[in-house]
């Protein structure tokens, strides 16, 4: 209780050192609020947009990001943290912000194309270097002797997407069974040795602590636990089934300062779906949509396998209560 | 209550300072607290802390911070005792790391423990195929706790032993008793107050801790997961009535706690007549 700072004061902090810094220069500021694995993308995609705003005749923009668990950061947005523009792991931590304030309204999602997802992710396996364990499917993870690490669905997003990816495989192959498909979580968090509270802490866990034969990790994050800590000590692992992640992104209309801040705010999210922007996500391990102007090599990266969408679980509206929420599936499993 | 034998003036304006300082800074988040569990009732508190989940998280807590302190305590006084009785080269030195967990994040603290602790760690590779699992288990918990908790026994017992004139335990020794009596009838009497206070603080102190705990604890549901992080879960829940609940529970049973030293404390100065 000493570290987690009352979001009030973060935000009256973070209002503080922006209203400083707003006295300081005339340009035009956009504060973006994400969550953590987007910290290498948005610092390349801020310098993108920036030098092409002002191609365009536009005065100076200057992008400032604000990184964290997507959760709190959207607790820090309903609590004051003046966001021009929120760039979450999931579409519920924004509807909480929707819910929350006047700001924001319920349909926020049909701003943008593609349910305002820019970029997409799924979840995949990574597992020691030569899969020792022969872990192929999500069906080996109950194996004996297999222990999986990933991190806890209350407190991180990523988490909630490998839950729905793991029910999505167990109802398949139970005819749509749903008893089954608990029994089937149920034995997967067995094999859980650690829950850690975000999805950085899960990959250090297995990655440098060497807790777990597989992690069930973003794609993205696992590319990059590859280039960082080394190709030979780990393989990626394909499941059969997985999930379509789609981290979206909104405007924060009451945050709009001025005519010209809420105009750069709205280009910064359209200029993430040009050609240039979505070449950017697909070097940084994001699955993009549009790929005319990806390198090859990038987009060689990405296996083709089966997604299923939020949509087959009502969208996260239904999801999140049902799934997460106090008493839902999750929480039933440990009280079991 | 004005004591004009003081030699420095400024009661009043030190009164002042003081009351608005703890309001702002202690009193009215406690208050924000008591108002929002006022508000639910006790129907809805009971059933925001009726689940296994809770008692389990709350019961980890508060054991894990009673062995730690427990721990600490003996430890803490040993540490003290050799600190300020002898005198040995590096002393200076190692005085001045107890303080160290003061000053070093404590998320710092859990990592490098953790790392240490880990199955594939320095020490972990040793005691893992020994069957004793620190890390990601409940003793990785006690030893964090031990960590945040030692400067606060040592700290409180140190002046206290500098006080004790060696020339009792002589006079004591003199007169025919044992080391072992000494030590029991003559040293540890004028040390349990200091003792007691040590033994509060670092307990209060590893109660809520957070940031060291939740590396090395592996949180699983009602086997590693302390309060403290039950109570981020459930904002992360946007359920603030739940965490407001827990945090309550807490409060409670820490207001019973250190009711309970003090009035021992009390008890153990009457006894020496320091009171």
Redesign the interface.
């Known amino acids: 209780?000493?570290?987690?700072a009352n979001p009030l004061c973060a935000a009256l902090l973070a209002g503080a050192v922006l209203a400083l810094g707003g006295a300081a220069a005339a340009e035009t500021r956009i504060l973006n609020v994400s969550y953590d694995p987007t910290r290498e993308f948005y610092r390349d995609y801020n310098q993108l947009f920036a030098t092409w705003w002002q191609e365009q005749g536009h005065e100076p923009v200057a992008i400032e990001q604000s990184h964290g668990?997507s959760?709190?950061q959207a607790?820090a947005v309903i609590d004051g943290l003046g966001a021009q523009v929120v760039t979450l792991a999931l579409a519920s931590d924004i509807d909480?912000i929707a819910a929350?304030s006047d700001d924001l309204s319920p349909d926020w999602q049909a701003a943008l194309p593609h349910n305002s997802a820019p970029y997409t992710s799924t979840i995949v396996f990574l597992v020691r270097a030569g899969n020792p364990k022969g872990i192929r499917d999500w069906g080996d993870l109950t194996a004996k002797g297999v222990q999986v690490v990933t991190p806890?669905p209350?407190?991180s997003g990523g988490a909630r997407w490998n839950f729905l990816a793991a029910w999505a495989w167990a109802l398949r192959g139970n005819g749509g069974d749903e008893e089954a498909a608990r029994s089937y979580m149920a034995e997967l968090f067995a094999h859980?040795?650690?829950?850690?509270?975000g999805a950085r802490?899960a990959t250090t866990?297995f990655a440098?602590?060497?807790?777990g034969d597989v992690l069930l990790a973003w794609e993205n994050e696992a590319f990059l636990a590859l280039e960082e800590l080394g190709p030979d000590r780990f393989d990626i692992v394909v499941p059969s089934v997985s999930i379509l992640a789609e981290p979206p992104v909104a405007l924060m209309p009451g945050n709009q300062g001025s005519e010209e801040q809420r105009a750069a705010s709205q280009a910064y999210l359209e200029h993430l779906y040009s050609p240039a922007a979505q070449a950017l996500a697909a070097r940084h391990y994001y699955r993009a949509w549009d790929t005319s102007a990806a390198a090859a090599e990038d987009l060689a990266r990405f296996p083709d396998l089966e997604l299923v969408t939020i949509a087959e679980f009502g969208g996260w509206a239904e999801a999140q209560p049902r799934f997460?929420?106090?008493g839902g599936i999750f929480?039933q499993i440990?009280?079991e | 209550m004005r004591r004009d034998t003081s030699a420095l003036p400024g009661f009043g304006l030190g009164l002042g300072v003081l009351l608005s300082a703890l309001a702002l800074i202690v009193l009215l988040p406690l208050a924000a607290l008591l108002a929002r569990g006022a508000a639910m009732g006790p129907a809805e508190l009971a059933s925001h802390l009726g689940?296994?989940?809770v008692a389990n998280a709350l019961a980890l807590s508060f054991r894990a911070a009673l062995v730690a302190s427990a721990a600490n305590l003996v430890f803490g006084l040993l540490l003290a005792w050799v600190l300020s009785r002898y005198r040995f080269p590096g002393r200076r030195l190692i005085d001045a790391a107890v303080d160290l967990p003061f000053a070093l994040?404590?998320?710092v603290a859990g990592i490098a423990l953790?790392?240490l602790y880990?199955?594939?760690?320095l020490f972990g590779r040793v005691l893992e195929p020994l069957g004793l699992r620190i890390?990601?288990a409940e003793p990785g918990i006690w030893l964090a706790l031990v960590f945040v908790g030692l400067p606060f026994v040592v700290r409180t017992v140190q002046p206290v032993i500098d006080e004790i004139d060696p020339e009792w335990e002589e006079a004591s020794a003199t007169l025919g008793a044992s080391r072992l009596r000494t030590l029991r009838r003559v040293v540890l009497p004028v040390l349990a107050p200091a003792l007691l206070t040590g033994f509060a603080l670092a307990l209060a102190r590893s109660v809520?801790?957070?940031?060291s705990v939740?590396?090395i604890a592996?949180?699983?549901?009602?086997l590693t997961?302390i309060a403290?992080?039950l109570?981020?879960?459930?904002?992360?829940?946007?359920?603030y009535d739940?965490a407001a609940a827990i945090?309550l529970a807490m409060l409670g049973i820490s207001f019973a706690m250190l009711f309970v030293i003090n009035s021992l404390q009390v008890w153990s100065r009457r006894r020496i007549g320091h009171a």
């Open positions: 209780m000493n570290e987690h668990g959760g709190a607790r909480a929350r806890n209350k407190t859980v040795p650690v829950l850690d509270t802490g866990t440098q602590r060497g807790v997460f929420g106090d929480d440990y009280e | 689940s296994r989940r994040p404590t998320a953790t790392a880990a199955p594939a760690g890390a990601y809520g801790e957070y940031g939740i590396f592996g949180n699983l549901p009602n997961e403290p992080l109570i981020v879960i459930r904002l992360e829940e946007y359920n739940a945090g």
